[in-house]
């Protein structure tokens, strides 16, 4: 079983060097998603959310760290697939019931709102903000 320590490590690690579209380290991201979680569960996904979708690390490297299997199947359904649509994956999210990654997902769309407003990133906020209407009563 992962340590929350571990699991920052390992998210420091595949985000070394990445700036968001605003010019800061992508870290700061995850960092807050996590620190939203309200358990052990929640914060190491969030800390480990955009792990897959963003860097090299595939779920059975994240497996093989330790990461349990319950936050893995969380971070399958919180990755988001090149060439999926943004609405039907959050609708998959929603549809799967998952507690772990729900959550996560609704610590992303806050972080991501407060980050889209403040930078000025009107598209990604309607498109956040339309995420959260589906997600906020789930």
Known sequence: MITIEQALRIAID??????????????????????????REEMIAGFLHDVVEDT??????LLRQGVDEEIVDALRLL???????????????????????????????THNLQRGRAGGHQKQVQKHEKAMEMISDK
Request: aromatic share 6%; proline share 3%.
């Open 14 to 39: 595949a985000h070394e060097g990445l700036k968001d579209l605003d010019g800061k380290p992508v870290i700061l991201h995850p960092l807050t998603v996590g620190l939203a979680g309200k358990n």
């Open 79 to 109: 990755t988001h697939e090149k060439g999926t649509d943004y609405y039907a994956y959050v609708q998959h999210i929603i549809d799967a019931g998952n507690a772990i990654a729900l959550a996560v997902k609704r610590n992303d769309l």
């Open 56 to 61: 090299d690390i595939t779920f059975d490297d």
